[in-house]
Nanobody, 125 residues
Framework: QVQLVESGGGLVQAGGSLRLACAAS????????MGWFRQAPGKEREFVAA????????YYSDSAKGRFTISRDNGKNTVYLQMNTLKPEDTAVYYC??????????????????WGQGTQVTVSS
C-alpha cells in the first residue's frame, strides 16, 4: 500500500514557475514508476509526465515537453514536478500517482494503482 500526498500548488501568473512535490509513505518507493496527471474543470484527467524507478528515464506529454521536468528522490520517497513558463491552460488539479507496472513508459490512467488527493494549480493571464 502506498499513500501519496501532493503539495506546492498555488496561484501564479502566466510565465511563472511552480514546483510540485509528492511524498509517498510505505515501503519500496523505488519499485514504482511515478507519474503526474492533471484534470481541468470539465475535462478528463490527462497524463503529464512519468519517471522510471531509478529516475534515469522520464516521459512527457506534448504539452509538458520542454517546460516541465519530473524528478524523484528515492531516499526521501518524493517525486517532483518542476513547471516553468506556465500558461493559463495549465490550470488544473495536479495528481501524482504510482504504478507497479513493469513496462515503460506508463501513461494510461487505469494503469496507475495509487493516487494522491491532488493540488490545485491556477495560472492567471
Amino acid at each position: 500500500q502506498v499513500q501519496l500526498v501532493e503539495s506546492g500548488g498555488g496561484l501564479v501568473q502566466a510565465g511563472g514557475s511552480l514546483r510540485l512535490a509528492c511524498a509517498a509513505s510505505g515501503r519500496s518507493f523505488s519499485r514504482y514508476i511515478m507519474g503526474w496527471f492533471r484534470q481541468a474543470p470539465g475535462k478528463e484527467r490527462e497524463f503529464v509526465a512519468a519517471i522510471s524507478w531509478s529516475g534515469s528515464s522520464s516521459y512527457y506529454s506534448d504539452s509538458a515537453k520542454g517546460r516541465f521536468t519530473i524528478s524523484r528522490d528515492n531516499g526521501k520517497n518524493t517525486v517532483y514536478l518542476q513547471m516553468n513558463t506556465l500558461k493559463p491552460e495549465d490550470t488544473a488539479v495536479y495528481y501524482c500517482a504510482a504504478t507497479s507496472q513493469m513496462a515503460w513508459p506508463v501513461v494510461g490512467r487505469p494503469d496507475y494503482d495509487y493516487w494522491g488527493q491532488g493540488t490545485q494549480v491556477t495560472v492567471s493571464s
